[in-house]
């Protein structure tokens, strides 16, 4: 079958187009992630390793340990999708399979809109309507319960690790809701009906097919909130308390990357400080980059693409 | 498929951009283009108005004195149609911004040292001052109630003393019952120049201090927990009992929050007022200060503001643009003549006309044209 | 068919529907939660000055956040020409035109991995790119860094949302003759129209909230934007400025200023699921 000569280059221009894009993405990438490491040089240089495992912070000794604030990115981060990823996946399974279409759509759009809400707000709703709910409601409750444990010691104030992953959990809560909803709708309706002619219900289907067709979007889903957590600065320095301890407790008060960068950059004028805010940043870039290289080796071998692949 | 909507919807939005990217947007408001007439306060030629028209001069830094800059900057418009834009990103930012030349002055809470300015080829001069307040929220105690002498408030920062009943703040405050609850500090999670004055001052008043912390924008807090911002410090504060915190001035009144007696060099008990935070400002030596670095903590005088500071400008010794250059030290001089009624109405203490004047002579000495002619005359 | 086993069915059944519903629901509340509160204390703010008046220092009368206004709009737009047909030719990339290639999946990793850049790190960079070298703030560079920001977004969802439409559609359009790119223009992004329509819109939702990435870009401005190289004023820095501030004239009108971008989100939300939307054949 001959192809037209003119749709022949239109293919060319299309892949060109197409290849400069995720070229030139792939570039930014890289720029930013040398521009990172030359700027965190001189800290690179100073610290070495040392970096990731102290525990100090100290801008007018020049002692940098990015500890605290690693533990505090992944504690308040692992919060936030524990809570986060299970809601959404039966919050799109509500929207998709349960909902009648003229629930369906409002819903959905008051989902989303929690996306739309600045992080600021989140920030400044969270220290003065959330933090002081948490502190005479939740945190008593807890500490009555569950007490003993001690993830939940020390005085209830309202803000910590707690307050700030249920906070970030309601950030990316919106970001994976509505992608796994447009998977779930994307899974072929063929598909799901033979599951349904051969008796299943609702949720064996979902469980069983729906979720296996989409995984790799569902897992593509997560690792769009787990981006939004793990960068998020204003809301969470809001109400983590902004210490540089390291405690098991989660009504205490932590930091995270993101927000020490955030808080302190601004102020920081001597080179080495600004250089280790940098290399905080570059840590949690690494971050990032290890979560991903775990879950892909986890996942990667055992799923294909499902749809696509022509 | 329709493609018409879409379609149309980006024509649209390529033309609204391509307007909004070549054009000059009018502003609607004519009076920014049109000075008062004869009379008014910045004693205006018409040619000079014309110089002005179509100017915006760019400033960025410190966050303590920006409301003040913004409406100093408001009025200055509104009487010579100069549009002065200051943004505050912190003082680092300010020192940053300045020395990358991508703004036309600088702002910081900190002074440089007079080898760092030479060393940039900067002057800096105070333009404006204000007390940082410490503030507790502890049950039976009022506003203005609590003594607390220098060890006791850097004991306290130090986490020596625990507890509000501690023999070393109760002897002090003889007549007020203090409950035996918990000292919860609280800081500044940010970088802050306000963090910056206080931490100069205990290093000032407390050896320990010295030694295990120092003076910081960000520091090593031996305890407690940060508040991003003023608003933060004072939200902590103001719902955790037995707690303290720092906070600048306008919040401590804004908010209602109890503020405590700190006692000055000279011995005595004062209370945060626009007042002590003057007498803070005159007793200070500023004309031996080398470029103007002059920290007002622990100042003497018998009613001073033991935690003072002033903000300060940074600008370049050598200006490529006169013209500019003068337009600019024109505000600032606006400002000493004519901005204190504003400044303390927003709870700021303008700086003492005899430093005003101590500027004025710098500016004439220093800042110059490349080719060596003073700006200011 | 006997009717324990079906009976244990149905019950997992119903129990995971009422969770289902009872999550939803949960979600709506802590919205509507969030919404009553920034509307009690930002309502108030709206007044005839707040869209048209420039900034007024705190105590005065009649201030606004119009040039803030325009200047988000202005900044959000060109951000979005930029990232969006970058992001969905990237997810082409990925998902039609070098599937399963190694290059691909390199470049894939890469854009997952810009996805959990704080987007303060992306404001820098671009000042390094965009300021520095020009000396100065300009609200171009501020469309920059958020466009940078919506990259990974747009480009990770349009490759997952491409990736999940059935081989037989593009089978189909070959078989028929269709080039490559009709293929995928025409059929493929019209089956996964919906999906990538999130995609931008996430990437704007995200975008909107942003602060640190304009404060070394776009810095902010008091007065109209005259042009696109100088310092733009836009809301999110404002919002930060004023919530900051200890003026209750000027933290209700960041309260305020907060409402207008959600609402503005959910307009363009709305806006764009119409425009876009499936013709019911």
Known sequence: ?310 | ?377 | MRRRPNTGRKAQDLVVKAISAAAALLGIFFLGWILFEVGKRGLGAFDAAFFTSLPAPPGSEGGGLANAILGTLIITAIATVIGVPLGIMSGVYLAEVARGTKRAAAVRFIVNAMMGLPSIIIGLFVYTLLVLPFGRFSGFAGAVALAIIMLPVVARTADDMLSLVPNSLREAALALGAPRWRVTFSIVFRAAKAGLVTGVLLAIARVSGETAPLLFTALNSVYWPTSLMEPMGNLTVTIFNYAMSPYADWQRAAWGASLLIMAAVLGTTVLARVVFKEKKR
Request: aromatic share 10%; charged share 15%.
């Open chain 1, 1 to 310: 079958m001959a192809v037209r000569p003119t749709a022949r280059r239109g293919d060319r221009i299309y892949r060109g187009v197409a290849a400069a894009a995720g070229i030139g993405i792939a570039l930014v990438a890289v720029g930013v992630g040398v521009s990172l490491v030359a700027s965190s040089w001189p800290s690179i240089e100073k610290f070495g390793l040392s970096f990731l495992v102290t525990d100090r912070w100290s801008p007018v000794t020049e002692q940098f340990g990015a500890l605290s604030s690693v533990y505090g990115t992944l504690v308040s981060t692992v919060i936030a999708l524990v809570i986060a990823v299970p809601f959404s996946l039966v919050i799109a399974l509500f929207l998709v399979e349960l909902a009648p279409p003229w629930l369906a759509k409002p819903v959905g759009a008051a989902i989303e809109l929690l996306a739309a809400v600045p992080s600021i707000i989140y920030g400044m709703w969270g220290l003065f309507v959330f933090a002081p709910f948490m502190a005479e409601h939740v945190q008593p409750a807890l500490k009555n319960s569950l007490g003993f444990l001690p993830l939940f010691e020390g005085p209830p104030m309202g803000i910590g690790m707690l307050t700030a992953g249920i906070i970030l959990s309601l950030m990316v809560l919106p970001f994976i809701t509505a992608v796994m909803r447009d998977v779930f709708t994307m899974v072929p309706p063929i598909v799901k009906e033979a599951s349904y002619g051969m008796g299943s219900t609702t949720w064996e289907t979902t469980r069983k097919v729906t979720v296996r067709y989409g995984f790799s979007g569902l897992i593509g889903a997560v690792f769009l909130g787990l981006g939004r957590a793990v960068g998020e600065t204003m809301a969470v320095t809001f109400v983590i308390g902004n210490s540089h301890d390291i405690s098991v407790s989660l009504n205490a008060a932590g930091n995270s990357i993101a927000s020490t960068l955030a808080n302190e950059f601004t102020e920081a004028s001597e080179p080495m400080y600004l250089s280790a805010l940098v290399e905080l940043g570059l840590v949690l870039f690494l971050i990032t980059v290890l979560i991903q290289v775990g879950a892909q080796v986890w996942i990667g071998r055992t799923v294909k693409r499902a749809g696509g692949g022509l």
């Open chain 2, 1 to 377: 498929m329709n493609r018409s909507v879409p379609t149309i919807l980006a024509m649209a939005l390529l033309a609204a951009l391509t307007l909004s990217a070549c054009g000059e947007s009018t502003p609607p408001q004519a009076k920014l283009d049109e000075p008062k007439a004869a009379g008014d306060e910045a004693g205006d030629t018409a040619a000079a108005a014309e110089a002005r028209k179509g100017v915006m001069l760019n400033g960025a830094g410190a966050t303590f004195p920006y409301p003040i800059y913004a409406k100093w900057a408001d009025a200055y418009n509104k009487v010579t149609g100069l549009k002065l834009n200051y943004q505050s990103i912190g003082s680092g930012g300010g020192i940053a911004q300045i020395k990358a030349k991508t703004v036309d002055f600088g702002a910081s809470d900190a002074p440089l040292t007079a080898e760092e300015l030479d060393e940039a080829g900067l002057v800096q001069f105070p333009l404006v001052m204000g007390g940082v307040v410490p503030v507790v929220s502890i049950d039976g105690v009022s506003a203005g109630q609590l003594r607390l002498d220098p060890e006791a408030l850097a004991d306290i920062f130090l986490g020596k003393i625990k507890k509000w009943n501690d023999t070393k703040i109760q002897e002090r405050n003889p007549d007020v019952k203090l409950p035996d609850t918990e000292i919860s500090v609280v800081h500044r999670a940010d970088g802050s120049g306000t963090t910056w004055i206080l931490t100069n001052y205990l290093d000032k008043v407390s050896p320990d201090w010295h030694e295990k912390v120092g003076t910081g924008k960000a520091v090593e807090w031996p305890i407690g927990i940060g508040g991003k911002g003023n608003e933060g410090v004072a939200a902590y504060v103001q719902r955790v009992n037995g707690s303290i915190g720092y906070v600048e001035f306008a919040y401590a009144l804004q908010n209602g929050m109890a503020h405590v007696q700190l006692q000055n060099k000279d011995g005595n008990f004062v209370a945060p007022t626009i007042e002590s935070f003057t007498a803070a400002a005159e007793s200070a030596g500023w004309k031996s200060a080398p470029g103007f670095y002059m920290v007002l903590t622990d100042q003497p005088g018998a009613g001073s503001w033991p935690i003072t500071g002033a903000s300060f400008i940074l600008i370049y010794k050598e200006q490529a643009d006169p013209a500019l250059a003068k337009q600019m030290l024109e505000f600032f001089d606006w400002c000493f003549a004519h901005g204190a009624p504003m400044a303390k109405e927003l709870q700021y203490v303008p700086m003492p006309d005899a430093v005003a004047e101590l500027v004025r002579g710098m500016w004439r000495t220093r800042i110059a044209s490349p080719a060596g002619s003073p700006v200011w005359q």
